[in-house]
């Protein structure tokens, strides 16, 4: 079973700085298993990236996604008032879900 | 659209309930995947069940024995049901859905609290 550490658990950011986020599995993952979703207080959570590095239907360009193998990483460039959530990566492999703790983007 | 309805509190001992009501897309179309995550207070997400548009049904191992998820194509609507519950099974149950691929889920309810209390 592969499991997901996501680091760090809490990152402060100014608006318009930069959020490296990132997600390292147990053992080597495909990446095109490996998505990253953002979450909101009281909200559902949104797919941002799939398949490691493509971006969901309407998500600014401002989210990229890279990685392979066992370290995976999210990227926000200039953070937004409205990025301030917690986001997971997920993994996908052979017919079962696996989420990582999560990392809360905070305002400094 | 994906709309939960289910019973807000379970007692211990009995089955939690769930139905997942889709709106906009058919739950049994070529390529379509429907699944169950829960998100226990001021926790991470856990996924508990997936099912395919063939029907094919997966589960999350540590709840595998309590847990059956099942569709109704006439209805469109797929269900949760989790026998046993204890409150280490209250949490927000989101139903969740994708159309290309069963790897990751792009459509979200709103999620649905249940409380599992006597």
């Known amino acids: 079973e592969v499991v997901l550490t996501q680091s760090p658990g809490t990152l402060s950011l100014s608006p318009g700085e930069s959020a490296t986020l990132s997600c390292r599995a147990s053992?080597?993952?495909?990446?095109?298993?490996l998505a990253w979703y953002q979450q909101k207080p009281g909200q559902a959570p949104r797919l941002l990236i799939y398949?490691?590095?493509s971006r969901a239907a309407g998500i600014p360009d401002r989210f990229s996604g890279s990685g392979s193998g066992t370290d995976f990483t999210l990227t926000i460039i200039r953070v937004e008032p409205e990025d301030f959530a917690v986001y997971y990566c997920?993994?996908?492999?052979?017919?079962?879900?696996?989420f990582g703790p999560g990392t809360t983007v905070d305002i400094k | 659209q994906l709309n939960e309805s289910g019973p807000g509190l379970v007692k211990p001992s009995e089955t939690l309930s769930l139905t997942c009501s889709v709106a906009?897309?058919?739950?049994?179309?070529?390529?379509?995947?429907w699944g169950w995550i829960r998100q226990s207070p001021g926790k991470g997400l856990e996924w508990v069940a997936s099912?395919?548009?063939?029907?094919?049904?997966s589960y999350n191992p540590s709840l595998a024995s309590r847990v059956t998820m099942s569709r109704d194509t006439s209805k469109n609507q797929f269900s949760l049901r989790l026998s046993s519950v204890t409150a280490a099974d209250t949490a927000v149950y989101f139903c969740?859905?994708?159309?290309?691929?069963?790897?990751?889920?792009?459509?979200w309810g709103r999620g649905a609290l249940v409380t599992v209390s006597s």
């Open positions: 099912i395919s548009y063939s029907g094919s049904t």
């Open positions: 398949a490691a590095s």
């Open positions: 053992q080597s993952v495909s990446g095109t298993y």
């Open positions: 997920q993994h996908y492999d052979s017919s079962l879900f696996t």
């Open positions: 969740s859905g994708d159309e290309y691929s069963a790897s990751w889920y792009a459509y």
């Open positions: 906009g897309g058919s739950i049994g179309a070529y390529n379509y995947y």
